[in-house]
């Protein structure tokens, strides 16, 4: 067991830990970018590839990712404490060693499933360590800011991933080179993890010492629902990934049907995580100074608007803007999501109700693929993109009717 450091020599904050919070931002970068390899070319690889044509089949991968994504996030939470973030988060990149390798000589769709599977894994234990490492280090004063920077690392890189392996399939074909990245992404991010992070309990038992906030009845239920803002927001993070699974399998899809090129189709599929990620770099530090209830109403708004509109878009353009529009929406929910429930838990259990946050709103991903799926198969695309900008648009009324 490595020493640590004495309780009274820990500081909290932002300026006290930024060497520290900036390797954390790094190795997210990295964990963020194993997402972006899957998001513009997958759908392409399991139709012309594999011959699936099914949209639920399709979108299978994102069910299989998102459950797995959202248990092993509960479970980051509950071990959190136990075992130490840094020791999630290593065990989080050695899971995530053989995915590009199984991406590039996948030889049936059973495959990819397997890889997802293990990205579901990768990304629990991984970018949950790194989101509660950093909300333990700043402390509560600037948790919205803190956020924000995380999760722009995490989704600018997967807007860079996305382009990237979009582009590289247009030059050199679907595999494997696109899925080379992927390997670049795990050395770095293990090795780092392994030689520069390091754990932060000691900050959780030295803001513990002063917190005011009640300990919860029963964290999982007050998470889930009975707590009017820790439900809140966990009903808003389901219904947010919701439609982002349904973005991240429909709409190649959609953009295929429609003649865009593979170059094309990177390239939107890019924007929308690029604007979520730079936004966030103004979203979070506005989570500190507006009320968080408005912030996250107006977000769930935007996307629900977007989502509408984008049942109607026909062109390039068209669709390059409702994407950066949906992005922002996003931006304003994500940082504000962890934030509010930091701002709304005891640092002892923080860890735990940010992993059952985690879980239902990762489950968004599998409920939104199989939404948007069976509704696509049965009607068309357009009707399954309404269909969740209605459940969007629900969301944010129950923010604004529930939440104090």
């Not at 860890?351 to 409920?367: E, V």
């Amino acid at each position: 067991m490595p020493k640590t450091q004495p309780i009274k020599d820990i500081k909290l904050g932002l300026k006290e830990n930024w060497k520290q919070f900036t390797i954390l931002v790094i190795v997210n970068a990295f964990v963020g970018g194993m997402v972006g390899l899957e998001r513009s070319i997958l759908p392409e690889i399991a139709e012309k590839e594999f011959g699936l044509a099914v949209k639920t089949v399709i979108l299978s991968f994102i069910i299989v990712f998102g459950v797995t994504k959202a248990i092993t996030n509960y479970y980051a939470g509950v071990l959190a404490n136990k075992y130490g973030r840094k020791n999630l988060l290593i065990l989080g990149w050695l899971f995530g060693i053989p995915i590009p390798f199984v991406l590039m000589y996948a030889p049936d769709w059973n495959w990819i499933i397997v890889a997802n599977v293990l990205l579901g894994i990768n990304q629990g234990l991984a970018w949950s360590s790194t989101v509660v490492m950093k909300i333990d280090l700043v402390g509560e004063k600037q948790r919205g800011f803190a956020m924000g920077l995380n999760e722009f690392a995490g989704y600018i890189s997967v807007a860079a991933v996305a382009f990237l392996t979009g582009y590289i399939a247009g030059e050199y074909g679907l595999r494997p080179y696109p899925f080379y990245i992927g390997v670049v992404l795990v050395v770095f991010g293990l090795l780092s993890s392994v030689f520069l992070v390091k754990d932060t309990r000691g900050h959780v038992a030295k803001e513990g010492k002063f917190s005011k906030v009640p300990l919860l009845n029963n964290v999982f239920w007050d998470t889930t629902w009975k707590h009017k803002n820790l439900g809140s927001v966990s009903q808003a993070g389901l219904v947010n990934n919701l439609n982002d699974g349904m973005v991240w399998g429909i709409f190649p899809i959609l953009l295929a049907s429609k003649y865009f090129t593979i170059q094309e189709i990177g390239i939107i599929t890019a924007i929308y995580p690029a604007v979520w990620g730079i936004g966030q770099l103004f979203t979070g530090k506005m989570a500190d100074k507006y009320p968080k209830k408005q912030m996250m109403f107006y977000g769930m708004l935007v996307q629900a608007i977007a989502l509408f509109m984008l049942a109607y878009a026909d062109s390039f353009s068209q669709y390059v803007v409702l994407s950066a529009f949906l992005g922002w929406g996003t931006a304003m929910v994500y940082p504000t999501f962890l934030a509010s429930i930091a701002e709304n838990t005891n640092p002892t259990d923080r860890a735990k109700s940010i992993g059952i946050f985690r879980l239902w709103r990762d489950m968004g991903y599998a409920i939104g693929a199989i939404l948007t799926g069976l509704i696509a198969d049965y009607y068309n695309i357009n009707i399954a993109i309404l269909f969740i900008g209605i459940l969007t648009l629900i969301s944010s009324v129950i923010i604004k009717v529930r939440m104090k």
